[in-house]
């Protein structure tokens, strides 16, 4: 029996998820390439602005805890690749959303020849990627936005996958977090004695649900904001190409 011919949306996911899940570098390595070569996306810059947001959290989490410094930092620190994985995933698919929207193209498009004429474009290579103070421009960007958000409510798209990536990822390396941190020592200096200790960073398990929920809700919001953001880039980047 003939086997069916892989369609390209389903490589697509195939690979980000292999990246996404896996931690599968060659897969990102090549859909990026992918995106490059049939779509010709190649305007891809992600800031990484989750992990500052998540460490603060978790400070004020555990607040009462005697070493909620130390545990915050190890906590962000071992889950930054995975964060950054998630924040990458979600950067390209708001912006080849925003790149293949053919519809919102050609808004942006109207609105730009009638603010700067082709001559502005050819001359803006920035085009609205920085908003400074146009009114009618700035209307646009929040409708799209808001079509966004309305989109999501109904597929929950976003939500969904940060809930199957940070129960599949993330909730097993907090509950594991003295596996995979390396230890320190604790010197306890008392009359007549000296005690040296490992220092344990496990959670009990309410701090533990705490933080993580903590954790994918402050994913969820930041990667809506990911996501529109990249689709607003790759909008003006789609007017720009048009005129090269």
């Known amino acids: 029996m003939a086997t069916k011919p892989m369609k390209l949306f ?15 570098l060659n897969s990102i390595y090549f859909l990026l390439s992918l995106y490059d070569l049939e779509e010709n996306i190649s305007n891809i810059y992600p800031q990484y602005i989750c992990r500052k947001s998540i460490k603060r959290r ?15 930092q190890n906590i962000s620190y071992l889950i930054h ?17 925003g790149y293949n929207n053919n519809r919102l193209v050609n808004i942006l498009e109207s609105k730009t020849i009638e603010i700067f004429g082709v001559e502005g474009i050819l001359k803006n290579s920035n085009l609205f990627h920085f908003i400074n103070g146009n009114s009618e421009i700035l209307e646009l960007r929040n409708e799209i936005r808001k079509g966004i958000e309305n989109l999501e409510r ?20 907090l509950i594991n977090i003295d596996k995979y941190i390396d230890k320190q020592l604790k010197m306890d200096i008392l009359p007549g004695s000296l005690n040296i200790n490992e220092v344990s960073y496990k959670l009990e398990d309410e701090e533990l649900d705490k ?5 994918v809700k402050l994913l969820i919001k930041n990667l809506k904001n990911i996501y529109k953001e990249a689709c607003w880039l790759a909008l003006n980047d789609r007017v720009i190409k048009r005129y090269l």
């Open 10 to 24: 389903e490589l697509y996911d195939g690979l980000k998820n292999n990246f996404l899940f896996n931690n599968d």
């Open 58 to 72: 978790i400070k004020n989490i555990l607040k009462n805890k005697e070493n909620k410094d130390d545990i915050a």
């Open 81 to 97: 690749e995975d964060i950054n994985r998630i924040e990458l995933c979600f950067y390209l698919e708001g912006y080849k959303y």
């Open 154 to 173: 109904k597929n929950r798209f976003i939500e969904g996958l940060v809930y199957a990536f940070s129960n599949k990822v993330i909730k097993k390396k």
């Open 211 to 215: 933080v993580y929920h903590s954790i």
